[in-house]
């Protein structure tokens, strides 16, 4: 079974470009987050997808970050336009739904890395 | 507001030695999740042990264990027989056990294994 897949592993832009972040989730999970780590600070929560309906997003940092999953499947994240503080390690997370409706164990993917320069 | 602290930013152990990865966290919360997960270079962050708030026996997963009190919100990782591929991120996490799931992390700690 393929894991949580991130494009692109490594991505290198100028301050006020645009890039696009995608990740396709483990077959059947309906839950799909979006995390950043900062380098050397810990990994935050930004938003939380169920099926294609965000469930919470408190943890986008602004307006210029937009959060999409079409259909439930695939989720893109896009920085427009990007700002150095944006430079990081962004990764994508999955999990099932129990029939309890709680979310079970979360399967991470390996992340992208984002230096805005 | 839940917090999770890893005071070591990085550690070294000696190939076959034990290790110990520190981890304290706070929640108001009775019930919850606690995780180690690692991360190896450019690869995927993956799950090494998970802990149910409410079960006082410690979870253990082959070389892995850890020691939860649950009274100090303290959770830290036993490797023991560390070996080469162990070297990684490690980072400590915890999760409610409702709402929207999301995983609360630590800093990280930077495990070096010497051979």
């Known amino acids: 079974e393929a894991g949580v897949t991130q494009f692109p592993s490594h991505s290198v832009i100028e301050k006020g470009q645009t890039v696009t972040l995608r990740c396709d989730p483990i077959s059947g999970h309906d839950n799909l987050y979006w995390y950043r780590r900062v380098m050397g600070k810990e990994i935050k929560f930004l938003l939380h997808?169920?099926?294609?309906?965000?469930?919470?997003e408190s943890g986008m940092p602004n307006n210029r970050f937009l959060a999409e999953r079409t259909g439930g499947t695939y989720s893109t994240l896009k920085v427009q336009p990007a700002e150095l503080e944006d430079s990081g390690v962004y990764f994508c997370?999955?999990?099932?739904?129990?029939?309890?409706?709680?979310?079970?164990?979360?399967?991470f993917g390996q992340g992208t890395r984002l230096t805005v320069v | 507001a839940q917090t999770v602290t890893q005071s070591q930013p990085e550690m070294s152990v000696q190939e076959a030695e034990t290790v110990t990865l520190s981890c304290t966290y706070d929640t108001s919360e009775s019930d919850y999740y606690l995780f180690w997960y690692k991360q190896p270079p450019s690869r995927q962050m993956i799950l090494v042990i998970r802990?149910?708030?409410?079960?006082?026996q410690n979870a253990t997963e082959n070389r892995f264990s850890v020691n939860f009190q649950k009274a100090a919100k303290s959770f830290s990782l036993k490797i023991s027989d560390s070996q080469l591929g162990d070297a990684a991120m490690y980072f400590c996490a915890q999760r409610s056990v409702s709402g929207t799931y999301k995983y609360i992390f630590g800093t990280g700690t930077r495990l070096k294994v010497l051979a």
């Open positions: 997370a999955s999990s099932q739904r129990s029939l309890q409706g709680a979310a079970t164990e979360a399967f």
């Open positions: 997808f169920v099926k294609e309906s965000k469930q919470d």
């Open positions: 802990q149910e708030a409410y079960k006082q």
